[in-house]
């Protein structure tokens, strides 16, 4: 498959890169792709770091990398959040991130994730309105 240019949308370049995995990665990728969409249809996809999709909302709320062996869903503030049903299994010890590891034949519960991400957005946005305080209540 040919891939988009530089100029392509994030959504284009994130379906691409779908297509080209074209093994249980892709078909993971894509159901968490989903899953992040239902959760809130105002989050924006981007694609960073040469190739890194990733779902933001008031920030980054998660990038989705794949490599050989997982597919692996970072929430950049994924230690100041929530985990009930402990999705997270990886990036544990970090101060600010955590991760979900999917392996092949695992499936993540859909309603937990989108838990997840509600909280992470929400997270994002209470940060951002924290921000603006600041910002109007330090300038003269």
Known sequence: MQQPDSAAPASARIDARIAELADWRGEALDRMRRLIR?????????W????TPVWS???????GESYKSVVKLTFLKGASLDDPTGLFNASLDGNARRAID??????VDAEAFKALVRAAIA???????????RTKTGSA
Do not use: F, H, Q, Y
Request: glycine share 14%.
């Open 57 to 63: 909302r008031g920030g980054i709320v998660c990038t």
């Open 123 to 133: 997270l994002n946005l209470a940060a951002g309105k924290t921000r603006s305080k």
């Open 38 to 46: 239902e959760a809130d249809p105002d989050i924006v996809e981007e």
């Open 48 to 51: 960073k770091w040469m190739g």
């Open 102 to 107: 999917i392996r092949d034949g695992e499936e």
